[in-house]
């Protein structure tokens, strides 16, 4: 069993930005992490995955260049760097963990099993 808490949300003005971090606890072999967020009234969608064993990174085309995810194996911490905010960026944001190596879609929620309860990131403009 896999346990993730986020943490680093907040308020911020559009233009800011704000890294987000996620500490996983509990054992159990991670192959792909994500940070995911849904707006009220919209379907949960992917901001950005890692394939923790090589790396690689996905980013959906609409945040790439924005978003930057990165991981810290020594802390156990998953982190999502924000830049360039915008109202448009509010939402509920959440990470996310699976065990599975093969037949994963980076960003697709349908993909991940554990799930942290979430930090919320206003942007105000």
């Known amino acids: 069993q896999v346990q993730l808490v986020e943490s680093g949300g907040g308020s911020v003005q559009a233009g800011g930005s704000l890294r987000l971090s996620c500490t996983a606890s509990?054992?159990?072999?991670?192959?792909?992490m994500g940070w995911f967020r849904q707006a009220p009234g919209k379907e949960r969608e992917g901001v950005a995955a890692?394939?923790?064993?090589?790396?690689?990174?996905y980013y959906p085309d609409s945040l790439k260049g924005r978003f930057t995810i990165s991981q810290d194996n020594a802390k156990n911490t998953l982190y999502l760097q924000m830049n360039n905010l915008k109202p448009e960026d509010t939402a509920m944001y959440y990470c996310?963990?699976?065990?599975?190596?093969?037949?994963?879609?980076?960003?697709?929620?349908?993909?991940?099993?554990?799930w942290g309860q979430g930090t919320q990131v206003t942007v105000s403009s």
């Open positions: 509990g054992y159990s072999s991670r192959n792909f």
């Open positions: 996310a963990a699976t065990n599975r190596a093969s037949w994963v879609v980076p960003l697709s929620p349908s993909s991940y099993t554990y």
């Open positions: 890692i394939y923790l064993g090589r790396g690689h990174t």
